[in-house]
C-alpha cells in the first residue's frame, strides 16, 4: 500500500433536513464515554457524562448533508487504502463532508478502511480536521459520511446502537464529580453492553484489575474530582476499555500524559486491540509514536487527506514539508526505531 495524493470526487447534494435536528440527535451518541451510571441503565451520573454539541467550541453550527444508508461501494477514493472483498472487516467513512458555518472542514472525504486487530493514527497539523473526522465517524456531527464497520451500515442505526459498537473518547474529558475511580469503573462495566459481573466481589476484582493494567490502581479510592488531568484520562481509557464495543476512537489519548504512560497506554492499546480484534484509531500529534507504535496512520491537511498507509512509507521528508511546513529527516537508530528530526521550519 502506497500513498498516494487525495482527488476528491463532487460534494455530494446536502440534505434538506436541518442541521438543528441533526445536533441535536447526537446528544445520545456520548454514550460512547459517558461517565459511570449509577445501575445498567443508560443514565450517567450527573456531572460526568460529557455532553455532545453538534460542533466544536467555535459558537458556529455544523451543517453537512445527514448520513444516511450507505449506497453501495464505488471503489476507493484516492489516498485511501485500496479495498477488497475482506476490508468489510473494519472501519470506513465515505463521502465525509463537514462544515461550521460558511468554512468547510473537511471536503468529502473518505478514510479507511481500517482493519480488525491493529492500530491506525490520524496525523496533520492543527486544524486539519483529525478530531473532525474521528467526531463523524462517531456519529457526533451531522456530515455526510457514510460509516460502515465489519460490514454492517453504522450510519443507518439508530445512536444508541451505534455507540454500543464504536466508543468515543474525546480529548477534553467532562468536568469530574466526587465518586471514587473504583465505583465510577464499575458502574462503566455496567453500561453499554459491558461486562457484568455475577458477584460484588467479581465486580470489584475486574475493576482493579483493569486499573492495574493502566498502572492506575493506586488512584482506586481517590475520588474523581481529586485527579489531575492525566490521571483523569488513563481512568477514562479504563473506562472505555470495560466495555465491549467493536471499535474504539481516541482523540489525542496521550496528549495530557507523561512519557513513562504514554508508552504504558499506547503497550495497553496494543495488547487489548490484539486480544480483542479491535479497530482502534487514535489522533496523534507525536510522529514518533506513530511511526514506531501504530499500523497505519492517515495523514489530512486543510481538511483533505494527503495520504494513507504503512507509517514508514507516508511520513516522507516531503510530505512532511508539504504538510507540516518543516524541514525533516527520517532517521533510523541501532535498535530499528525511527524517528523525525527536524532541521528547520521550511
Not at 113 to 123: C, K, S, V, Y
Amino acid at each position: 500500500m502506497r500513498p498516494s495524493p487525495e482527488h476528491p470526487p463532487a460534494p455530494r447534494q446536502s440534505s434538506s433536513r436541518s442541521p438543528e435536528t441533526e445536533a441535536g440527535a447526537g446528544e445520545n451518541c456520548q454514550a460512547a464515554l459517558s461517565a459511570p451510571a449509577a445501575s445498567t441503565s443508560a443514565k450517567a451520573q450527573p456531572g460526568t457524562a460529557h455532553s455532545a454539541s453538534a460542533s466544536p467550541n467555535t459558537g458556529n453550527a455544523a451543517t453537512a448533508n445527514v448520513g444516511m444508508a450507505c449506497p453501495n461501494t464505488e471503489g476507493p477514493e484516492a489516498g485511501a487504502p485500496e479495498t477488497g472483498a475482506s476490508d468489510r472487516n473494519g472501519l470506513e467513512a465515505r463521502n465525509v463532508t463537514v462544515r461550521f458555518g460558511r468554512r468547510t472542514v473537511l471536503h468529502d472525504v473518505t478514510a479507511g478502511p481500517f482493519t480488525r486487530g491493529t492500530i491506525h493514527a490520524l496525523l496533520g497539523p492543527n486544524g486539519s480536521g483529525k478530531s473532525t473526522l474521528l467526531r463523524a465517524m462517531a456519529g457526533l456531527l451531522p456530515s455526510s459520511a457514510c460509516v460502515t464497520l465489519n460490514g454492517e451500515d453504522l450510519s443507518a442505526m439508530s445512536l444508541t446502537a451505534r455507540t454500543r459498537k464504536c466508543l468515543y473518547l474525546p480529548q477534553d474529558l467532562p468536568a469530574p464529580v466526587h465518586l471514587p475511580v473504583l465505583e465510577a469503573l464499575m458502574a462503566a462495566s455496567h453500561t453499554g453492553g459491558g461486562f457484568q459481573a455475577p458477584q460484588q466481589d467479581d465486580a470489584v476484582r475486574d475493576a482493579l484489575d483493569r486499573l492495574t493494567q493502566f498502572g492506575i490502581a493506586p488512584l482506586a479510592l481517590r475520588p474523581l474530582d481529586e485527579l489531575s488531568g492525566g490521571q483523569r484520562q488513563l481512568v477514562g481509557l479504563t473506562q472505555a476499555f470495560s466495555r465491549t464495543p467493536e471499535a474504539v476512537l481516541l482523540d489525542e489519548p496521550l496528549s495530557a500524559l507523561d512519557l513513562h504512560h504514554q508508552f504504558a497506554v499506547m503497550t495497553v492499546l496494543r495488547r487489548e486491540t490484539t486480544a480483542r480484534q479491535l479497530v482502534t484509531v487514535i489522533v496523534l500529534h507525536d510522529l514518533n509514536i506513530a511511526l514506531n507504535l501504530t499500523d497505519t496512520v492517515t495523514v489530512l491537511h486543510e481538511g483533505r487527506i494527503m495520504a494513507s498507509g504503512p507509517p514508514a512509507d507516508v511520513l516522507t521528508p516531503a510530505l512532511l514539508r508539504e504538510t507540516y511546513r518543516i524541514r525533516a529527516r527520517i532517521e533510523h537508530g541501532a535498535d530499528g526505531r525511527s524517528f523525525v528530526s527536524v532541521d528547520g521550519i521550511a
